[in-house]
């Protein structure tokens, strides 16, 4: 009984002095963070492609989406919205076509005009192939170039999935061949992120917090969520395919 009762003395101690050491920074519980969570449900991106056609289809889900947002806004007063993961189903900021160059610029006009950032799932493209994403973009200040005045804009930052399903993301190498994609169709070909990363919600009353993007599988990692702790983000951002929630 002595020896049970030292157990549980010990680990009531322990969890005393560790509560003890978790302190708030400064100013941080004065006011809350409010987030928009934006999840439209529309999902079966391909079949809905054969029917209307792939610009068609990306047009139904940024409305969608914008107006969506805007009731967030209007009606509950949020600081930033998050979309799903995916939801902008092409590369952003490397668009493949003039009309692909047009949504990104159209993503940073409602930015711009709603007034606070938002952080939705897209995909990113370097030398090395595709990312699942999530990507940055915050208001466009005065003192700032309009995003058509650029070339093309970029976004704030650019967070790559680092945990990618198997069979479902992609085909590990020694697998990767004609054959096993026959069986396979549907693997995709998507590259692994390499970490954490931990960028700001820069707010319209200047706060500025440090969030941690974490897409789907991501979330399982508790090494990736400590790891941006440790870069110092304040608020963990989860973001998930909205299609796991139909039939």
Known sequence: LA????????????????LSMLTVAPGAAD????????????????????????????????DTHYAMSREA???????ALLWSETVYPTTFGHPKSEGGAELDREIYDFVSSAGVPLVFGTYDLDAMGE??????????QASEPAPE???????????RKTNLFLFTE?????????TVRGWLPGAGRWKAGDGARVFPLRLA?????????????????????????????????GMSNDSWFTA
């Open 73 to 79: 806004i209007d009606q509950h007063r949020v600081d």
């Open 131 to 140: 990312y699942n994403a999530a990507a940055f973009v915050e208001p466009v």
């Open 149 to 159: 005045q650029a070339a093309m804009p970029t976004p704030l930052g650019v967070y």
């Open 31 to 62: 006011k809350p963070l409010r987030v928009g969570l934006v999840q439209s449900n529309i999902v079966d991106y391909e079949r809905l492609r054969r029917e209307m056609g792939a610009y068609e289809v990306v047009r139904h889900v940024l």
């Open 3 to 18: 020896m049970a009762a030292s157990v549980l003395v010990l680990m009531a101690g322990y969890g005393a002095v560790r």
């Open 205 to 237: 009353d200047g706060r500025e917090i440090p969030v941690l993007p974490m897409i789907c599988l991501d979330d399982t990692d508790t090494r990736l969520a400590i790891d941006g702790a440790r870069l110092g983000a304040q608020v963990i951002l």
């Open 170 to 178: 992609y085909l590990p190498h020694w697998l990767d061949g004609p």
